[in-house]
Each structure stands twice: as structure tokens, then as C-alpha cells.
């Protein structure tokens, strides 16, 4: 069972930006589609960014899209997600997940089994 660790949440304001990193304890990243999913209060899980398996695709929710950048640093052995732009209802806990040779386009969270604890992202008015 992989363990995955989101972090660099934290309190910004609307229009702000804010830097996600995705880490992985164990095995790397490669050969692994690497997604952002959300979560906010009261509501379902849902896909934010996903990149392939090869780093070729990415894909992003219409919500997101413009605004928020996913790749990876094979230095740190890390997906970042980079958000800018950040709006009110940007607002949930940010987790990450893999997927073996993944085309970066799974957008249900449901197919998912390994999730870290997710880092809080706020932004304020």
C-alpha cells in the first residue's frame, strides 16, 4: 500500500496563489498518473488536475482550468499543483492519488484506494 502525503495548504487571500506538493513514501512516482482531487465541506470529492504516466497529458477541471498548473519534480520525487488566481470556493482539503500507467483522465475518485490525509487550502475574502 502506498502512502502519500499532500502538503503546502494553508490561509490566502481571494487571488492569491499557493504551492501543493504530492510525496510518496516508498515507491516513486514513475510509471504513475499522478491527480489532485478536492473536497470541500457538505459536498462529494471531486477531481481537480491529473497528469500521465509519462508526463505527456494533463487535464484539468473546467473550474480550474487557467488557474492551476499540475507537473512533476523528478528531483524531489513530487507532483506539484500550482494555484493561482484562487477563489472562494477553491476553498476544500486537497488530496492526491496514482494510478499505474494512468492517462491522467480518471475523474472519479471512486476508482481510487490509497489517499493521504489531504492539506487544507482556505482562501479568504
Known amino acids: 500500500q502506498v502512502q502519500l502525503v499532500e502538503s503546502g495548504g494553508g490561509l490566502v487571500q481571494a487571488g492569491g496563489s499557493l504551492s501543493l506538493s504530492c510525496a510518496t513514501s516508498?515507491?516513486?512516482?514513475?510509471?504513475?498518473?499522478v491527480y489532485w482531487f478536492r473536497q470541500a465541506p457538505g459536498k462529494e470529492r471531486e477531481f481537480v488536475a491529473g497528469?500521465?504516466?509519462?508526463?505527456?497529458?494533463?487535464n484539468y477541471a473546467d473550474s480550474v482550468k487557467g488557474r492551476f498548473t499540475i507537473s512533476r519534480d523528478n528531483d524531489k520525487k513530487a507532483v506539484n499543483l500550482q494555484m493561482s488566481s484562487l477563489k472562494l470556493e477553491d476553498t476544500a482539503v486537497y488530496y492526491c492519488?496514482?494510478?499505474?500507467?494512468?492517462?491522467?483522465?480518471?475523474?472519479?475518485?471512486?476508482?481510487?484506494?490509497?489517499w493521504g490525509q489531504g492539506t487544507q487550502v482556505t482562501v479568504s475574502s
Open positions: 492519488a496514482t494510478e499505474r500507467l494512468g492517462s491522467g483522465g480518471s475523474r472519479d475518485p471512486g476508482v481510487f484506494d490509497d
Open positions: 516508498g515507491r516513486s512516482f514513475i510509471n504513475y498518473a
Open positions: 497528469i500521465s504516466w509519462n508526463s505527456m497529458t494533463t
